[in-house]
């Protein structure tokens, strides 16, 4: 897997210096693609299935390949921060993550630019290269840097309202907020202490599988932020174990604005 995300990375790295010469399309509200999404797909396809053959694949852009081993299935995003990178910004990252047995196991996700590979392993932790990670000991909310993200690209109004009001609830409770724009990166730095705390809704399993394996071994909490199950609505909040339930009380305040609004 990390053999793939590296593979993939080169790919990204030359297609980088030259996003003028990309074909981009619109897959939906603010939600782009280009052919450097799609030669990252393939080499990261084409890899796994020689050295897996069988496995399953469920990829952003491809979609679901079914294997022969109905076991193991690959959770594929071959670049997170499509839009960072469509505007030159260096902050994206190939996201591969391995389920077996319908249980995160593996996650490996490959800041490109910075060429930091996280990857974790359910049992044997969570690790920057060979430099194991832990989230932030960090226990005081105003002292913590939260990251998020903006969902809802394209729905009702209602829903950017209940964003803003978590916004409103969190920003002065904390010591800073951030939004970089790669939720998979949001999670490797989660479990690498970087940030203190991330929540945000509406994201995709490729989004989340690798960095979800990430941030558990790394010694983080992660829950669906209304109690449902993460990989079905992609709403989580991770952080550590005393930050948790302090960044969930303030995002609870956001939900009783709204019913007080209501
Ligand atoms: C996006 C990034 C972003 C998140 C979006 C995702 P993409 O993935 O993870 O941080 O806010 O919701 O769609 O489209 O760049 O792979
Ligand atoms: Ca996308
Ligand atoms: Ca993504
Ligand atoms: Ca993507």
Redesign the pocket.
């Known amino acids: 897997m990390i053999a793939a995300a590296r593979a993939a990375g080169r790919s990204l790295a030359r297609d980088f210096g030259e996003v003028e010469n990309l074909q981009v399309s619109k897959k939906g509200p603010a ?3 280009s052919n450097a ?1 799609h030669r990252a797909e393939e080499i990261i396809y084409n890899s796994l299935t020689k050295a897996r053959p069988g496995y399953g694949f469920v990829m ?1 852009e491809r979609g679901i390949v079914e294997g022969t081993d109905k076991s193991n299935k690959f959770i594929v ?9 469509l505007h030159g910004q260096p902050h ?1 990252a190939v ?1 591969i993550a391995l389920e077996r047995e319908g249980k995160l196991l593996t996650g490996v996700v490959y800041d490109v630019a910075k060429n930091e590979i996280f990857w974790a392993e359910t049992g044997r932790g969570a690790w920057l290269e060979n430099r194991k990670l832990r989230v932030a000991a960090r226990t005081k909310l105003h002292e913590a840097v939260v990251a998020t ?3 809802w ?1 394209g729905k009702a109004e209602e829903k950017h309202t209940h964003f803003a009001r978590e916004m409103l609830a969190m920003t002065p409770a904390c010591a800073g907020i951030r ?8 999670l490797a730095y989660v479990a690498a202490g970087r940030f203190d705390g991330f929540w ?1 809704r ?3 399993p ?2 989340i599988a690798a960095g979800i394996v990430l941030v558990r071994e790394a010694g983080g909490t992660i829950t669906e932020i209304d109690g449902g199950d993460v990989m079905q609505t ?1 709403s989580l909040l991770a952080a550590n174990e005393d930050l948790h339930p302090l960044i969930e009380k303030q995002l609870r305040h956001a939900a009783a604005f709204a019913r007080k609004a209501d």
């Open positions: 939600d782009f693609v999404d952003e995003d071959p670049l997170d921060g499509t839009l960072n990178f994206y996201s993200g903006t969902p690209h939004r970089y724009g790669s939720a998979a990166l949001d945000e509406g994201l995709q490729w989004d992609g």
